[in-house]
């Protein structure tokens, strides 16, 4: 599970932590083959970091802030966007210090919360004053990843 929550109102310079929002909840299912690979004798790198990531992820900030948001706008150029939304287009973001990871009972689900309140001015103005206006004429792709950080989790 990936709870992104979104702020709803006008952005001040300093982040205020939480205020009204919204939020925009994703549900993934792991692949029986995903599951065959992890219990495999030689599971493949990427299956091998994403299960140490949700074993680490919930006690450790550092392999936590491996997480990684992108999203795609698009046909971005049809909005009229300032240049700095259209260059971030589809980029990945570190979650870093905004993120936390819980456990569902008897570890059933892992979920991510991505708290964008505490993101940095810009990023928040830009969703709040000049994206959240267009977002629903806009079709946006959403993905997440783990970030591999040597040639064994690539």
């Known amino acids: 599970v990936v709870n992104c929550q979104f702020p ?6 300093f982040a205020e932590g939480d205020g009204p929002g919204a939020s925009v ?33 919930p006690d450790d ?13 698009d046909k971005i150029e049809r ?3 300032p240049y700095m939304c259209s260059k971030y287009n589809g980029k990945p973001v570190l979650i870093k210090k905004t993120g936390t990871v819980h456990r569902g009972p008897n570890n059933a689900y892992i979920e991510m919360d991505v708290n964008i309140h505490n993101f940095s001015y810009p990023c928040r103005q830009a969703l709040t004053s000049t994206l959240k ?7 946006m792709r959403v993905g997440f990843v783990i970030e591999g950080q040597d040639d064994s989790e690539l």
């Not at 900030?61 to 706008?73: C, E």
């Open 79 to 81: 909005f009229g966007l």
């Open 133 to 139: 206006p267009m977002f629903k004429e806009m079709i």
């Open 25 to 57: 909840v994703f549900y993934f299912a792991i692949k029986q083959s995903t599951i065959d690979s992890l219990h495999s004798d030689t599971p493949s790198p990427m299956v091998k970091l994403f299960s140490e990531w949700c074993r680490i992820a």
């Open 8 to 13: 709803r109102e006008k952005q001040n310079v």
């Open 61 to 73: 900030p550092t392999f936590r802030a491996r997480f990684k948001a992108m999203g795609f706008i």
